[in-house]
């Protein structure tokens, strides 16, 4: 008798066609799936997130066995748990007598280290699940002076022939966003995401997660999220059918009333494996083609998935293991506690924060331009932010995550991923929102007890900053408009936000 194998399958690998099961033989080897302390606790993650992943690995893993294979899957609260990965794979190696183990490669610098000490030789293999290999995006990037995902997108569009006519983008256009800026207004109507009821299996999943990580920030329950990849399919098709049709036009806004709007709330389905990308990209097109959604809509959701996080995953291998300690603006403030819940006078972070900690989600827009336009602005330590995201988004493992953080967000790997800061005034948030009219501050005040914060760390972080980005062409105008301004309002500006970063570190509501 041949001696087994071991076929790893972590939480995020969650797809039947995954590399490892790929190489395995059904009648020799042993899927080894494991809940393990290390992963659960690295950073504080949402109770949700905690759940899903749970959940969703038990469902996969019954999937498996009716598929013929032999799992040995280790529950949390196993006795003999071993508490980590690497721990467990030299535990089933001992149990089946295994001398080999095959594994795809993880999206996390910090675990392929882990697999790659293990006591048991670990074969990786790439993870084929994207669109564009790594060697692929290696050869887009080599010799650019800059890489941009808008040229990247381009190529994807080509290589998979999305929206497209021939050699031509699909409209004329490759880009639709000067469509997709439009703020939105409460509509009690607007379709909400399929809720999917917990069952057995997932309510067990639920008990332990409230019994081991209650104590974390945001909310267990009501617990709504898809665990298999046929609910998954079939909150694709909700999405594609009811909100992708006003999604372009809508994606930037903000309501304090709609946590959602017309946003799809598959990315956690995509980054887990129960969805897969192409496929995802193809039925939006689909809608398009048969007249369902407009162009605008299709292209932007698109874009999103084979242009940005196809082109995030790109940069987080390329640059390696040491990027998300970058910290080129030098930045070190701790992060406010108010991120975690604590009080806060400004409204817009407030709402962010409560929607987060109740669904561990918040679109792009809320994440870039208020909690991480925020954080950029104050000079918070761009390591302390990555784990916030880290641990209280459903959707975030590090391989997605630190780009849009450290590179987007932050500006910490010095324009990598962006070719400007994304910060700005209250008067972004106030266009795109309607933040502004229940906050404690004024929007419209640029100094002053009521002046809203934003407005005077815009003027602040630009200062402190100014030998770095002066001659940026994209933000010349606004060094020009503050050297118009006249000299003793530049004086407040600066005392101002001075005492607002001082109430800041002596941990006052700010």
Excluded at 259 to 265: E, K, M, S
Excluded at 345 to 361: E, K, P
Aim: aromatic share 10%.
């Amino acid at each position: 008798m041949s001696v087994p194998r071991l076929i790893l399958v972590l939480g995020d690998q969650l797809t039947p066609g995954v590399a490892a099961l790929r190489k395995g033989d059904k009648a020799r080897d042993v899927v080894v799936m494991a809940e393990v302390a290390a992963e659960a606790g690295y950073v504080p993650h949402h109770p949700k997130k905690i759940a899903f992943l749970f959940a969703a690995m038990r469902k996969f893993a019954d999937a498996l066995r009716g598929q013929g294979w032999q799992v040995a899957y280790s529950r949390l609260d196993d006795e003999g748990n071993s508490g980590s990965i690497p721990g467990e794979i030299l535990r089933r190696a001992e149990e089946f007598g295994a001398r080999e183990v095959i594994a795809t490669t993880p999206g996390e610098w910090r675990l392929i280290e882990a697999l790659q000490e293990a006591a048991l030789p670990v074969r990786l293999l790439p993870d084929d699940r994207f669109i564009c290999t790594q060697a692929g995006f290696d050869a887009w990037a080599e010799g650019r002076k800059a890489l941009r995902m808008e040229y990247f997108y381009r190529e994807m569009r080509r290589k998979t022939g999305l929206l497209m006519e021939g050699d031509k983008p699909a409209g004329g256009k490759w880009n639709f966003d000067h469509d997709n800026r439009k703020p939105a207004r409460a509509d009690l109507l607007r379709p909400r995401p399929i809720r999917f009821d917990p069952d057995a299996v997932t309510e067990k999943v639920l008990d332990l997660v409230e019994a081991r990580f209650g104590d974390n920030f945001g909310d267990l329950r009501p617990f709504w999220f898809a665990t298999s990849r046929a609910q998954a399919l079939e909150a694709l098709e909700d999405f594609v059918t009811h909100r992708l049709p006003e999604f372009g036009d809508y994606q930037d806004a903000m309501l304090e009333g709609d946590d959602f709007l017309n946003h799809a709330v598959i990315g956690l389905y995509l980054n887990a494996g129960l969805l897969d990308p192409l496929e995802v990209c193809q039925r939006a097109e689909r809608a398009w083609r048969d007249g369902h959604v407009p162009i605008n809509s299709a292209e932007g959701f698109i874009r999103q998935i084979i242009g940005w996080r196809e082109f995030v995953r790109g940069i987080y291998f390329r640059e390696g293991p040491g990027y998300t300690t970058r910290n080129e603006l030098g930045h070190d403030r701790r992060l406010p506690e108010f991120f975690w819940g604590a009080e806060t006078r400004m409204n817009c972070v407030a709402r962010v924060v409560a929607q987060t900690g109740a669904h561990a989600y918040a679109h792009h827009i809320q994440r870039l331009m208020v909690t991480g336009n925020f954080a950029l602005l104050a000079g918070i330590d761009p390591a302390e932010v990555q784990e916030w995201y880290l641990a209280v988004y459903a959707d975030a493992f590090e391989w997605v995550e630190a780009p849009n953080v450290a590179g987007m967000s932050q500006f910490a790997d010095g324009g990598v991923v962006a070719s400007k800061p994304y910060v700005s005034s209250g008067a972004y948030i106030d266009r795109m929102s309607d933040y502004c009219g229940g906050c404690a501050y004024r929007v419209k005040d640029k100094t002053g007890p009521r002046a809203c914060p934003f407005n005077l760390l815009y003027w602040d972080f630009l200062i402190r900053h100014r030998a770095r980005f002066e001659a940026n062409p994209r933000m010349a105008q606004m060094y020009r408009t503050w050297d118009r301004m006249d000299a003793e309002r530049r004086k407040t500006v600066r005392a101002e936000a001075a005492g607002l970063l001082a109430r800041l570190d002596a941990c006052e509501v700010v």
